[in-house]
């Protein structure tokens, strides 16, 4: 299977301010990465489809201005939680398909808790 | 809208049982069904996973069954040990797209 990467693996922040998170494909060049919040005892819920080289497809309820997705590059999507509020806390978790298109490959997630 | 439901929420076995872990879901045009276990604040770990026309995957003490028809997964764990403990999330394809259905997982303990 594919190799996934995220950086940081856990963020603290101040209320107001900007936060980036990366997740790389390791070993695949990925046109489409996705973007996942997970709550505390919660399901993993998709936020976000990231296309290489255009723009990224929301899912109905994410605000698009508020978690900013760039997908320049075939290993690298980024996704930054600006103006973060304390409600923004949570573990984000990225993924990609690999080859098969089947199936998603999980990077390790990041824990962001905003204070 | 595709639903994903587990039973139950959390479940606490002695080592060396075996245990079965349900999955469901709304709507049967799936692709494919996967299981994936988390380890608390980890990424996931993709365990078994079941395409639409299969009707079940094994991998050493786990075997996976789907059944399409009545929107049913179990996920059965052989022999349970201390370190199969943790979160077991069950995730459909909805078919035609690339989206995954999470259910909320079901939490497992296995007592030594």
């Known amino acids: 299977g594919a190799v996934v990467s995220q950086h940081p693996s856990w963020v603290i922040c101040k209320s107001g301010t900007s936060v980036k998170i990366e997740c790389r494909s390791l070993?695949?060049?990925?046109?489409?990465m996705f973007w996942y919040r997970q709550f505390p005892k919660q399901s993993l819920m998709l936020m976000a489809t990231?296309?290489?080289?255009?723009?990224?497809?929301?899912e109905q309820g994410v605000e698009k201005d508020k978690f900013l997705i760039n997908h320049a590059s075939l290993t690298l999507s980024t996704l930054t939680v600006t103006s973060a509020h304390p409600e923004d806390s949570s573990f984000y978790i990225c993924?990609?398909?690999?080859?098969?298109?089947?199936?998603?490959?999980f990077g390790p997630g990041t824990r962001l808790t905003v204070l | 809208k595709q639903e994903v439901t587990q039973i139950p929420a959390a479940l606490s076995v002695p080592e060396g049982e075996n245990l079965v872990l349900n999955c469901s879901f709304t709507?049967?045009?799936?692709?494919?069904l996967q299981w994936f276990r988390q380890d608390p604040g980890k990424g996931l770990t993709s365990l078994l996973l079941?395409?639409?026309?299969?009707r079940e995957q094994t991998s050493g003490r786990l075997n996976a069954s789907l059944d399409k028809s009545s929107g049913r997964s179990t996920l059965y764990i052989a022999a349970s040990q201390p370190g199969d403990s943790a979160t077991y999330l069950c995730?459909?394809?909805?078919?035609?797209?690339?989206?995954?259905?999470f259910g909320k997982g079901t939490k497992l303990s296995v007592i030594p």
């Open positions: 993924s990609e398909t690999g080859s098969s298109y089947n199936e998603q490959f």
């Open positions: 070993d695949f060049q990925a046109t489409t």
């Open positions: 990231s296309n290489e080289g255009s723009k990224a497809t929301y």
């Open positions: 709507d049967s045009a799936i692709y494919n």
């Open positions: 079941i395409q639409s026309s299969q």
């Open positions: 995730a459909v394809l909805v078919a035609g797209s690339y989206q995954l259905t």
